[in-house]
C-alpha cells in the first residue's frame, strides 16, 4: 500500500505551500485516494487524466515527504533538453528575416509559410527543425498564422476576387502578431 506513512493532513499543509500547477495536481491526487476509502490509486489517478502506473509512481514518491522537504519531493528537477542549433546571432537573423517579406530574402512568395521558414533555415543556417519547431519559432518570433475564411454571402464582388488572388484556400500564411 503506497502513501502508508504520510497523512492526509500533511500532504494538505504541503499543498498550501505549492505554487507549481503540476505539484497541486499530484497533491490532491494523494489527498483524494487517502481521504475516501473507496478511491483506488486507478480512481485518483482518473480522475486528474492520468493512469494507475502515474498514481503508483507520484504515491511512492509522496512517501519521501515523511523524511525529505517537500521542494525535493513535489517539484522535478529542471530538464535542459536539446541545445539549439541556431546561435543568438543567427537566431535573431531568422526573426527580422520572418519580420519582412519573404522577397526581401530572395523567395518569391506574398507570405512566410512553415514549409518556407524550415527552408530557409537549412538554406541560411544548414539547420533542420521539424515543422513543429519552426511553428513555435515563429510564434515567438511574435507572427501569427491566418488561414483562408469561406466568403461571406453579403460581400462584395469585386472585394471577393479580389481577396481570391492573393490566397488559396489551403495556404497559411503568417503575419507579425498585432494584438498585444
Known sequence: MTLENVS????????????????????????????????TQEDAAELYGYSEGWASKWFNRLERLETEPFEAVVYDKPREGRPTELSDEQHEQFVEALHDPPEEVGYDAP??????????????????????????????AG???????????KSDEGAQEAWQEGFKKSTTTWTTNTRS
Not at 23 to 37: N, Q
Not at 144 to 150: H, I, V
Open 8 to 39: 492526509a493532513d500533511h500532504l494538505r499543509q504541503v499543498l498550501e505551500q505549492v505554487e507549481e500547477a503540476a505539484a497541486s495536481e499530484r497533491l490532491m491526487a494523494a489527498i483524494t485516494y487517502k481521504e475516501f476509502d473507496d478511491v
Open 111 to 140: 507570405a512566410w509559410s512553415v514549409p518556407l521558414a524550415r527552408h530557409y533555415l537549412a538554406e541560411e543556417f544548414n539547420v533542420e527543425y521539424c515543422e513543429r519547431h519552426v511553428r513555435r519559432l515563429m510564434s515567438e
Open 143 to 153: 507572427l501569427s498564422w491566418k488561414t483562408a475564411r469561406p466568403e461571406f454571402h
